[in-house]
């Protein structure tokens, strides 16, 4: 069965520093998501993006935040200067063409990123 | 803009039955539900649209109010690997695909 997959699996920082994490959406998806689990809360959106071009953020997505699709496989969340309130799990998700409709989202396994 | 999920942790024994909601204060275009075990990425289990649907697979069935912008999580004949937080994501926009999760209830499952 296809699945998200994100690299790293665990990430450790420093304040200050830029992180990039790493997704493989599902290969026939064509809508890709980012959110983020601070340690036991509840999940959080953070941005879509189809057609290389984001599509909504939240108001977490600040300037520090930025996502590509560098190629036809991968897609990534850059922090440039990740702060302590960055330590969280970051979660990347995939659904079919969306177009109006709601297609069910697919969660990677998450990458957990800790600021020190 | 959060929708609240009731309760906030329930435990159950096997076999018996479960229900979660979830409710907002705005109009839904669609609720998806999710599944979360301890230190694992969200699993989907079901998603409904507006119209006022139900949904089921299995023991797991959903509907989803329209008018009262509620969805219920059913959860008959629980079984040990129910066991983990359930949440809800609302999508309020049309198909944007933007969810807005709720804190989650947390089941727990015991023998």
Known sequence: ?116 | QQPVQSPQAVILREGEDAVINCSSSKALYSVHWYRQKHGEAPVFLMILLKGGEQKGHDKISASFNEKKQQSSLYLTASQLSYSGTYFCGTEIGGGTGKLIFGQGTTLQVKP
Request: aromatic share 14%; net charge negative; charged share 20%.
């Open chain 1, 1 to 116: 069965e296809p699945e998200v997959t994100q690299t790293p699996s665990h990430q450790v920082t420093q304040m200050g520093q830029e992180v990039i994490l790493r997704c493989v959406p599902i290969s026939n998806h064509l809508y890709f998501y980012w959110y983020r689990q601070i340690l036991g809360q509840k999940v959080e959106f953070l941005v879509s993006f189809y057609n290389n071009e984001i599509s909504e953020k939240s108001e977490i997505f600040d300037d520090q935040f930025s996502v590509e699709r560098p190629d036809g496989s991968n897609f990534t969340l850059k922090i440039r200067s990740t702060k302590l309130e960055d330590s969280a799990m970051y979660f990347c998700a995939s659904s079919e063409l969306n177009g109006g409709y709601s297609y069910e989202q697919y969660f990677g396994p998450g990458t957990r990123l800790t600021v020190t």
